[in-house]
């Protein structure tokens, strides 16, 4: 029996012993060992929050500070795409070299050092090269908070409301920086207060799973993976070309990408495009990433109930009719409504996706194929935002929604092709997904 075959197999058993615990009806009581590295998730998420709204909230001061068009200022999103997807390659090795918790060290201390020097107040182009620091050590971040959340019980509700601590997180950028602004602070400060979450970051990943075994190891099978680097090899290479690691990967690059492009972009375009005053539309944009924590709690639960593929097509068709909406009614009140809107109507598509992806891939695959795909997915947050820039740069930026209108029509077109676990053997057990296990080390 050849390698390749006995890693379909193993694969196929993984799905076949999980399918004979979904059964088990889960409660509240069996979260309690993992209590610690959920809240230290969630903080991290949070994190991922603050960065992702972050550049957004400061385009109009970063603009002025170096005095350079949108095109330029788009360039820090391209350098932050870079590290995202440099991490994104990567985090599959460095989970094997350094273990989970061992690549969420390095991602945090990436960013906690890039945080610090950026507040320094470098010129233009060294902050555009420290920004690849920052999108590799938030990468590695979301990836790990993702793929821990994802191998716990009730990992869909803990999924729903890991995402919408990033919601919350990124709320708190544009409330931030408008603070900050008032007191007349510059742009700096706001990484300053970023550096500061970033060391807190990294005292409760420290503290949070610390004596966890997130790299347990529960059969022999897998026993002979962590001393057989063929066979870890192999088995990455069948999570990276499984439909679900390359389709999942693919949707989320873009949902991603038209999420932070409304936040990044949105202030820009309600203050130049609708008029509007920059404090007020500051909270609009606070209002945006509270949509979506929101959402993701109250959608996310319908999308549990009534299945993940229905629901998330009708909120994308209905996000697209929003988008259409903010593109051809020049309100600024009614604008303001329509970001908002979208905020909630696109808060459960991440988590969703996430939730999914761990029913149908085998449990083995969890690691490299959810990393991968949330690590990609980070990389959207960069990429779009960039290419939404240089097109605002050409047409203005009342051009942004078309923008969106087009990726959210590519989301729904993806969406349509992504796996569904009802096309699997069997469902995945939402008990020891990853084979990580909350155990106390003794």
Known sequence: MDEHTRILQSSENDVEDNAITTNKQESWSDLKPYIRPLLASNFISVVCGINDASIGAIIPRLKDYYGIPNETVSLLFLCNSFGYFLAAMVNGYLVHKLGQQGSMYFGAINLLIAY??????????????????????????????????????????????????????????????????????????????????????????????????????????????????????????????????????????????????????????????????????????????????????????????????????????????????????????????????????????FPSTVSLASKVLPRNMHATSIGFIAGTGAGGAALFPFITGQVAGKFGILSMPIVCLAMSVTMQILWTFVPSKKSEKAPASLDNRCGYQALESN
């Open 116 to 349: 610090a020097l950026i507040a320094s107040g470098f010129p233009f182009g060294i902050m555009a090269v420290l920004m690849v620091l920052q999108g590799s050590g938030v990468a590695l971040l979301d990836a790990g908070m993702n793929v821990y959340t994802s191998s716990v019980p009730k990992a869909t509700l803990m999924l729903n409301i890991l995402h919408a601590m990033y919601g919350v997180g990124a709320m708190i950028s544009p409330l931030m920086n408008a603070t900050l602004s008032k007191l007349g602070f510059s742009w700096q400060g706001l990484y300053v207060f970023m550096s500061l979450f970033s060391l807190i970051n990294l005292v409760l990943i420290t503290v949070g799973f610390r004596n966890i075994k997130m790299d347990y190891i529960d059969d022999e099978e897998d026993e002979e993976e962590r001393h057989n680097p063929d066979r870890h090899k192999q088995i990455m290479r069948a999570a990276m070309r499984h439909p679900m690691t390359v389709l999942g990967a693919m949707y989320i690059l873009v949902y991603v990408g038209t999420e932070v492009t409304v936040g990044g972009w949105g202030l820009t375009f309600l203050q130049q495009g609708r008029h509007g005053d920059f404090i007020a539309m500051s909270n609009v944009i606070a209002g945006y990433w509270a949509g979506l924590a929101i959402g993701r709690i109250i959608l996310g639960y319908l999308c549990d109930r009534f299945g993940e593929k229905r629901m998330i097509s009708i909120f994308t068709f209905m996000t697209i009719a929003v988008l259409i909406v903010l593109w051809t009614v020049a309100d600024v009140v009614i604008d303001s409504i329509a970001i908002i809107s979208i905020g909630f109507l696109l808060g459960p598509m």
